[in-house]
């Protein structure tokens, strides 16, 4: 580093290396190396275990030679951040994790700060950032950093404590620009997993009163303490179950200590249900703190509320009683003016019409009961009253997401003489519009909050033949306002004038440009084509909204996003772009009995089309479903004994054990009726079924009345089971990773929390189906379960021992277009909690690198590539390598392929009954074990086959398939006498008889 040091000054940047984040270490040194200030060394501090990391440094190793390892395998993270500060050899230090993204720009940016203000310690952060700052957003000259004697804590407190400690005591610049891009990612954590708090309590608060001293009589001091009650105090004491009686003390006092210590005009700010935790602490109710934790675990933000002398109070009927007026208060940061511009268009010569949706969260509107006002401020601060009257539409309640305020009447239509603004206007010469609004004596005033580029309101064309036009545009304290820009020429060639939804049917026309062309609506599962007609200028297609991509009929394309492509011959396929006429009408909502078609224009300017499930108005969103939930709860539904509710999964298919199970009470009870739950008019109902769309009333009442209930997935947690109903649970999978109570601990859910997964889970159980008895003892002790169990195989199985397999086999294999003699690899990664992103999201695991297997394993060989049915879809364009995810039924892929590549799937106790062989990738198995999700019992004891690290060790197994049946055919065989002895075609008709018994006028 000695020329470095010649230059200017050194920097090192440190990336904390561990288990859990190694599998992004590759795209952050990326981030670092793509720097227009080159960092002299990076160190990767490697504090994982080395079969995890191994890997990832090696490759890492690749991309600069100015990276190297230091390794603290097993140290705290506070040891890792210490020892690698100080082998690093820098001048300047910057700290980040492998799951950080350095933005562009952002060392430069930092280290030009520090060189040109020498006497300053660090940069990235100022006094008034206390607590939201961390490590990553600071750059810090070593010499601080070493003179400063920073004692870094463990604990969840720890690196903004360290941040703090480094600001506090040093000269400070506040950073030029944002540091890290986007979330920290690679916790570790499943999704869903709950912070443990509790064992900080004590040196959290501890670290906290240090801060809050050298803050005494800092005019910051009050944002710090906005900091502490609204967010971090609240967090610590949301995990009080935990807490030993000292720890409790700890947070009752620093509970009374931040009250004491807050203004009312402070409090007011803080969040409803932060305070509610805070007083309730401070009062030493802990009991009653628990029970409004775990009540409101998963709705925080969403609560009714009532106006009393014009101030909003929230609606908590746990706490009601016990907590005063004043903490229930909703302040102005929980109830300020939201207004999104929805569109905008010339209605008449030179006057512009301005859609706009406003609304106050938790405050409803009703038609003729509020009133508003609309003003144009421009540059020089002078206001000019627009002229507005107002609308209804239950898109509002969408945008908003409240679930118990009605803001469907809250559509603006403002008028602006715009034309003769523009006329005299600069290139970014800009106004802002100006909202008030009272209702129930509630009063606020507000600018744009947002605002719908995809559609009218971002691609408004100049008035009369002008050159400017309006844009909205972000500023940056996070307000809108329109810009005049110049407008670009439209061009001329093909665009799209209309879009009509007729049926299973779009229209579609437009202007024409030369020669032929095909439009396809291309979506993630879909394509639909069809040729254009043509006839002088104009255009017109008739696309049915239908695919057969499986050849299993023609369905209608399932509910997604989808984009208009045109193609001509010897041109490149090209977006189709929306002609100005259509986009002034966006975005726009059209509807038939097969879906709801939402309608904008793309910010690339191309024809951006959403199909939906065809819902009515009042069944479409948070407000309308809530509703509906309430409704459902009522008591005036009455019981219809002969009526089934079959659900598999979220409706996208029916199949698994409840479709087995249709077959079997078409077969035994013709009296029954069988009603599917149905995610879009895309789902196949089998024969003798009838499907009734996900979440919309004739769902809910179907739910409510069916006397008889068969799920392959835990309810809702607002399902009730009623007097007369009966549930039974198949679960879609064989029991083998941990699951129940075992999970949830592995989540860190409290006691409380637990309570309230199993009544939503085994409190509503009638018949559980098991695969065998010695699996039984799993649900008994994971759900608490003392009801009937039917411990005789998975109805969803015995298609695969069934006469009827080697045909399913070989039709399957056709449809896919398996030749006869390629062997057919089936790839199935498991859901991984851990790389989940929401409770239906997830990557799929990229340790099998089909694209070199398929390379390898050459033309004799197709990899079917079936991720789970949370997974994000990839794309796959090797001829020899196709994408199944979506394919309807999984016992076709199943019994269609030769051999199988898993890893923790529970797919294995299913395959294994076709007898073809299985391989196993399993390089995180020490850690799915012990940190992921874990199993019920060993999986080396029940993986009957080959376990492999790497891509090269499955396609060494897959080379040679005979010889891989060979060596594992006695494994499998000892397999299935253990796991799959009840599995002999017959396990729905015993479900059946055990559930509906054997019905009227039957023999059995």
């Known amino acids: 580093l000695a020329g470095a040091r010649r230059r200017g000054s050194a920097l090192s940047v440190l990336v904390l290396v561990t288990d859990d984040n190694a599998a992004f270490l590759e795209e952050c040194l990326h981030s670092v190396v793509a720097q227009s200030r080159r960092a002299e060394e990076i160190v990767l501090v490697a504090r994982g275990h080395p079969r995890e990391t191994t890997r990832a440094l090696d490759r890492a190793a690749a991309i600069s030679g100015r990276v190297r390892r230091l390794d603290v395998a097993g140290s705290s993270w506070a040891v890792a951040v210490t020892e690698g500060a100080r082998r690093a050899a820098g001048d300047l230090l910057l700290v980040c994790d492998a799951g950080d993204r350095i933005a562009p720009g952002s060392l430069e940016a930092m280290s030009r700060a520090l060189e040109r203000e020498p006497s300053t310690d660090l940069v990235g952060g100022t006094r008034s950032e206390l607590g939201r700052l961390r490590l990553r957003d600071l750059m810090v000259r070593r010499s601080w950093w070493e003179g400063s004697r920073l004692e870094i804590a463990d604990g969840p ?97 620093a509970s009374n200590a931040l009250l004491s210590l807050s203004s009312p005009g402070l409090l007011s700010e803080i969040r409803v249900e932060a305070k509610v935790r805070v007083w309730l602490a401070a009062h030493d109710l802990r009991d009653e703190l628990e029970a409004f934790c775990a ?6 933000g969403q609560f009714p509320a009532r106006t009393q002398d014009g101030t909003l109070y929230a609606d908590l009927p746990v706490v009601a009683d016990l907590v005063p007026s004043s903490m229930l208060a909703i302040g102005l940061p929980e109830s300020a003016l939201h207004v999104v511009l929805r569109g905008m268009r010339w209605v008449e010569p030179g006057v512009l019409e301005l859609e706009l949706f406003a609304f106050v969260p938790h405050v409803s509107l009703e038609v003729g009961a509020w009133t508003h006002q609309v003003r144009l401020v421009d ?28 803001h469907a009447p809250g559509v603006l239509l403002a008028r602006w003489d715009a034309a003769g603004h523009l006329a005299a206007a600069a290139p970014g010469d800009r106004w802002e519009l100006e909202i008030d609004l009272e209702v129930g004596g509630v009063t606020r005033r507000g600018v744009l909050t947002d605002a719908d580029l995809r ?50 049917v779009v229209l579609v026309s437009g202007r024409a440009g030369t020669g032929t062309a095909w ?61 100005d006429e259509l986009a002034s009408a966006t975005p726009c909502w059209q509807r038939s009995p097969t879906y709801r ?121 607002w399902f009730r089971k009623r007097p007369g109903q009966r549930l039974l649970q198949s679960f879609h999978g064989y029991p083998a990773k941990t699951m129940g109570i075992t999970a949830w601990r592995g989540k860190n859910f409290t006691d409380l929390r637990i309570e309230r997964q199993l009544r939503r889970t085994s409190g509503t159980w009638d018949l559980l189906l098991t695969p065998t008895p010695a699996m039984d003892e799993h649900y008994r002790r994971e759900y608490r379960y003392e009801g009937d169990i039917l411990a005789a195989g998975y109805p969803r199985d015995d298609v695969l021992v069934g006469p009827d397999a080697p045909r399913i086999r070989e039709e399957t294999r056709r449809r896919l277009g398996i030749r006869d003699g390629q062997q057919a690899v089936l790839y199935a990664p498991t859901w991984r909690d851990d790389l989940a992103t929401n409770f239906r999201a997830a990557a799929m695991s990229t340790d099998f690198d089909v694209e070199q297997a398929a390379a390898e394993l050459g033309d004799g060989y197709v990899i079917l590539l079936r991720g789970h049915r949370f997974h994000r879809q990839r794309d796959a364009a090797d001829a020899h390598i196709l994408d199944v995810t979506d394919y309807p039924e999984g016992n076709d892929l199943v019994l269609a392929a030769d051999v199988a590549v898993l890893d923790y799937s529970s797919l294995r106790f299913h395959f294994a009954l076709t007898g073809r062989p299985m391989v196993f990738l399993v390089p995180d198995l020490d850690r799915y074990t012990g940190g992921v999700r874990g199993f019920l019992f060993d999986f080396e004891g029940s993986a009957p086959g080959p ?22 055919r006695d494994d499998l065989v000892r397999f299935n006498e253990q796991f799959n002895g009840h599995q002999d075609g017959d396990a729905a008709g015993r479900a059946v008889r055990e559930f509906f018994g054997p019905g009227p006028g039957s023999t059995g």
């Open 157 to 253: 407190h720890g690196d903004w404590s360290a941040a703090a400690h480094l600001v506090l005591g040093g000269r400070a610049l506040p950073r030029p620009e944002q540091v890290a891009a986007g979330p920290r990612r690679g916790s570790g954590e499943a999704f869903g997993t709950m912070p443990v708090r509790a064992p900080w309590a004590v040196p959290w608060w501890a670290a906290v009163r240090v801060v809050l001293d050298a803050l005494s009589a800092d005019p910051v001091r009050d944002r710090f303490l906005h900091w502490l009650l609204d967010e971090e105090l609240a967090g610590y004491l949301d995990d009080t179950e935990r807490c030993t009686p000292a720890q409790w003390r700890e947070l009752v006092d």
């Open 295 to 300: 009540e409101r675990w998963l709705d925080d």
């Open 379 to 406: 540059a020089d601060g002078r206001r000019t009253s627009l002229s507005s009257t107002t609308a209804t539409s239950a898109e509002v309640n969408v945008a908003s997401g409240d679930r118990f305020a009605d």
């Open 455 to 504: 559609g009218s309101a971002g691609s408004l064309t100049p008035p009369g033949g002008g050159v400017l036009t309006l844009r909205p545009r972000r500023s940056s304290d996070g307000s809108w306002a329109l810009v005049a820009v110049e407008a670009a020429t439209e061009e001329t060639g093909w665009r799209v004038t209309e879009v009509v939804l007729d049926g299973d």
């Open 519 to 579: 439009l396809d609506l291309r979506g993630s599962h879909a394509t639909s084509s069809v040729e254009v007609l043509v006839a002088g200028s104009r255009f017109e297609s008739r696309l049915r909204l239908v695919h057969d991509r499986w050849q299993l009929g023609e369905r209608p394309l399932p509910t997604g996003s989808y984009r208009f492509h045109l193609s001509r011959p010897g041109q490149p396929v090209r977006r189709a772009p929306m002609a």
């Open 597 to 717: 078609l939402r309608l904008q224009r793309g910010l690339d300017g191309a024809v951006l089309v959403t199909l939906a499930a065809p819902l009515d108005d009042d069944e479409v969103g948070p407000l309308a479903q809530q509703r509906l939930q309430r409704w459902y709860a009522t008591d005036e539904h009455r019981i219809d004994p002969g009526s089934v509710f079959l659900q598999s999964y979220t409706g996208q298919s029916a199949t698994d054990s409840p479709l087995a199970i249709h077959h079997e009470l078409r077969r035994r009870r013709p009296d029954l009726r069988l009603i599917w739950s149905v995610a879009d008019r895309s789902t196949v109902v089998p024969q003798g079924g009838e499907g009734v769309l996900l979440r919309s009333r004739e769902w809910y009442a179907a739910l409510a009345t069916s006397g008889h209930i068969v799920t392959n997935i835990d309810m809702d947690r």
């Open 947 to 968: 376990l492999v690290d790497t891509t090269d060790g499955v396609v060494a197994q897959l080379r040679d398939l005979d010889a891989l049946r060979e060596r594992h």
